[in-house]
C-alpha cells in the first residue's frame, strides 16, 4: 500500500467527473485542492460528509480551495448524488480504483464486527504547487469543513 505524507508530491489526477469532463491535478495549480476519498455516494456519513462541504462551499472556495470528491461509485451513482444533495463540486467516479490505489487509501475496515476491504475515508490538501500540504486520516465527516479551515487558521 502507498504511504503518502506530507510534503511528497501529488500523485498525478487524470481522470473523468461525473459529468465527463477531463480533471487533471494541474487544472488546480491556482488553488489549494481538498481531495476527499468517501466509500459510497448516498450512504449516511458519506452524505454528511459531502453536505457539510457543500455548505460551506462558498466560503472554502473565497479562502483559495477547489473540491474534488472520489469514490469507486459509477458515474450514474455520482450523477445521482450530486443531483439529489445539490453538491456545488465534480465527483470522479474511479471504477478501476486508480486513483484510490495512487493515494493509498484502500484497505482493511471493520463494521459491525465485519471485516472487509474498502476506500478508508481520507482527505488530502494539495497546495498550489502539486505538494501534499495536509492529510487527514481521522475526518470528522459532519463538521469537515469547519476541521480543514482549522488547519489553516482560517
Given at each position: 500500500?502507498?504511504?503518502l ?26 488553488k ?6 468517501y466509500?459510497k ?15 460551506h ?13 472520489v ?10 448524488f450530486?443531483?439529489?444533495?445539490k453538491?456545488?463540486?465534480?465527483l ?15 484497505g482493511p ?5 465485519r ?19 495536509k492529510?487527514?486520516?481521522?475526518v470528522?465527516s ?13
Open positions: 500500500m502507498v504511504r505524507k506530507t510534503g511528497d508530491k501529488a500523485p498525478e489526477i487524470n481522470a473523468l467527473d461525473e459529468a465527463g469532463n477531463a480533471v487533471k491535478l494541474a487544472d488546480f495549480k491556482d489549494k485542492l481538498i481531495l476527499f476519498f466509500p455516494a448516498n450512504t449516511e456519513t458519506c452524505t454528511v460528509e459531502a453536505c457539510n462541504l457543500r455548505d462551499y462558498q466560503e472554502l472556495v473565497e479562502k483559495g480551495f477547489a473540491i474534488i470528491g469514490s469507486a461509485d459509477h458515474a450514474k451513482e455520482q450523477k445521482s450530486i443531483r439529489k444533495y453538491l456545488p463540486f465534480p470522479i467516479p474511479d471504477t478501476d480504483k486508480s486513483i484510490i490505489a495512487k493515494y493509498g487509501v484502500w475496515k471493520k463494521m459491525m464486527g471485516e472487509y476491504e474498502g476506500i478508508i475515508r481520507t482527505t488530502f490538501v494539495i497546495s498550489e504547487k502539486g505538494t501534499i500540504e492529510i487527514f486520516k481521522k470528522t459532519a463538521t469537515h469543513a469547519e476541521q480543514i479551515l482549522r488547519v489553516y487558521n482560517l
